[in-house]
Each structure stands twice: as C-alpha cells, then as structure tokens.
C-alpha cells in the first residue's frame, strides 16, 4: 500500500510486487475502478491472479484512499482520471517493456481506452468490463435523460442507501448473486463516502454524447486483443451494449476481439463469481502475449464464450 503524490491528488495504490519482488518479472494487469467505487472489490480477483500476474489496484481521484488537496480539487474528467493512470505506469516502470494487461470496468473502461492509446508500446490486451456502446436514436436518448435524473435523485439522497430496504435494492441492482456482507459493505460505503463532486461529475461524463462518441472511436482503435465482457443480467449498465462493442469492433479493428457473455452474473462478475472470471481472464492474457510474438499467425481464439 503505498501513495503517489501527483499535481493531481496523493494517488493510494497496491502493488502484489511490494510484498513480493519476484512478481516484478511477471506480466503487470493495472485494474480501472467503475463509479464511485474504490479498488478494495478488485480484492478476490487479484488474489485468484496472483502468484502469476504483478497485479496493481489504485484509487481514481474522489473515491477512498486517495487524497484531495483542500481548497483544490482536479479535473473529473476522462483525460483526467487517465492522466493518473499513466502516471502510476510510468511511476512504476510498466511502460519501459511490452508486458501490461489493462482491465477497465464501468466508467472505467472509458478510462482504460485512453490509457491502452496512450501506452500501446506497453500494451499486451486490454478488457473492457460491463462498458458497452449505443446506437444514437430516440429511444437511447430518452434513456439517457432518465438515468441523468436518476443520478442526480441518488447523490441527492445517497445515504439513505446506507438503510434497508433500500441497502438490499442498491445491491440487488449492482450483483445478481451474492457477494456476501464485507463486499456488500464496501460497495456502499464507496458510494456514500466518495467526493460528491468527483461522483456527479463521472455520473454526468458517463452519459454525455460526445464523450460516448469519443470513446466508440477510441475503443476501436486499441492495437491489441481486446475482451469485451458482460454479465447479461446486469441491471446498472444494459449488457446489449457490451455485445454492441464486440460486434462493432470485430468488423473494424485489425487486433482480434471476443466477447465473454456470463449468462446469469450482473454488474460485479468479479465478486459474483471470481474464480470463472479469472479464468476467462488468463485465457484473454495468454491470447494477448501469444499475439504479441506472432501478431501474423492466425491463433486459435473463441471469439464468442457464453458462460451459463
């Protein structure tokens, strides 16, 4: 557990390699957190990844460990929060060899599609997590306008979530199965705790057309195998836009792509069932290194799996 200290914030981040050296060597995967959520639910899959993988897990500006000045508070804006990002890979040595995994969920595979343009010399597969794309039409656009009040009637009202019936609700919509209490804990007391400002900010970021065209285009142009990845039952983020990705990118990108569908998992594949997502996970990273000695030779790759 350490500290960055940045013109941004005093950025908190974990690093498997601190406790042990030997993982140095290993292939890194940096974890992107989704909305107001700190890195503690990235927990279970780090341990079902380590001895393997260097696996680093950090705090965006405005959510739990990390630090805001006082009287100043940075950008909550895409660029932003990518800017700390890449200034941990860079703190940390990871653009210096082509042996880094980004893993982005949420808001934050928005974030992880600019970090993977930025450090595409490094870059060995990126995942994007539940952070899918929408064909523009009215439908889209009034659903856009509804979650935009629903964001605003949560911060408003945040910590009457901390409260059953409605504690129970929050979950329920964010984990299909259960993630058990100390997790369920966490998830809450991230959202009711995050900084306000950082929170609606993201919120408003998330659904913003332009920046949703910014982030179609970029999604497409990541120079290395990318997993699109959704739990078809989840309630936060409508999974059709995942497939949408997938489908959209595998006709354009010249890097492979595939989608992995967990049938009956929501919006924390992650906690709902971690040791089937890590393997889905290592399949997607051994594809990657693979690709990267023999980016000419055709590999053997499911590009759809549906995992009931």
Known sequence: ?????????????????????????????????GWAISSRYWGPLVEELSPDYRC???????????????????????????????MLIRHLGLD?????????????????????????????????????????????????MFLGGLIDVSLNFR???????????????????????????????????????????VGRFSIDREVLRAYTKHVM???????????MEDHTIPPEGTVTLYEQRKQVSASPSRLVQFMHLGHLPMLEDTPRFAVELKKHFDFGRQ???NPEQHLPHDEITRID
């Open 56 to 86: 680093i897990t950090y705090d965006q500006s405005g959510t739990g460990r990390t630090v805001l000045e006082e009287h100043h508070k940075p950008s909550f804006t895409i660029s932003g929060f990518a800017d700390e990002a890449s």
């Open 159 to 201: 910590q009457a979530f901390r409260i059953e019936p409605l504690r129970t609700l929050f979950i329920k919509r964010a984990a299909t199965r259960d993630i058990g209490k100390a997790y369920s804990d966490i998830i809450i007391e991230d959202f009711t705790t995050s900084d306000k400002d950082a929170t609606n900010a």
């Open 96 to 144: 210096s060899s082509k042996n880094l995994h980004i893993v982005g969920h949420s808001m934050g595979g928005m974030v992880a599609t600019e970090v993977c343009l930025r450090h595409e010399a490094a870059l060995l597969s990126a995942t994007i997590l539940a952070c899918g794309i929408f064909e523009e039409n009215a439908f889209t656009s009034a659903g856009l």
């Open 221 to 231: 142009d990541i120079p290395a195998p990318v997993l699109c990845c959704v739990g």
């Open 1 to 33: 557990m350490s500290y960055l200290p940045n013109d941004r914030c005093r950025l908190y981040y974990t690093d498997t390699a601190d406790n042990d050296p030997s993982l140095k060597d290993k292939p890194a995967v940096l974890f992107i957190n």
């Open 291 to 293: 690709f990267y000695k």
